[in-house]
């Protein structure tokens, strides 16, 4: 999901603060910072944050962090989305390569076919 910059600073805080707190927290103290500190409706980056798999629902009302959302706590929100997007290209340009090394060997194929013709 795409995130602007202050939604990837408000993801970073809610992160960091389920870090800090041992992975859980009650879901009022992450919501009320996030609207407090960016004054963004909070609900959002936190469905933003679950449907990415970063955090979790605990119960009714608490925040469980993920082992991915670990990862994207220490190390930034930006440097999670930009991994995530290099990942993404890898596997696009491995869905693509199969295509590409059946194209080389038909070219081959026929490259040689027509050598052998004239050559041969």
Known sequence: MEYSDT???????????????DSYTNDYIITGMIKKQYGLKATFVVDMLIEDGLIARYGEAFFKLT??????????????KRRELFWSLVDDVNKITPVIKAAYAVAG????WLASLLFG
């Open 7 to 21: 939604q990837i600073a408000a993801a970073d805080l809610a992160l960091k603060t389920l870090l800090e707190r």
């Open 67 to 80: 082992s991915k959302g670990a990862r994207a706590a220490k190390r930034g929100m930006r440097f999670y």
């Open 109 to 112: 194929a026929i490259f040689g």
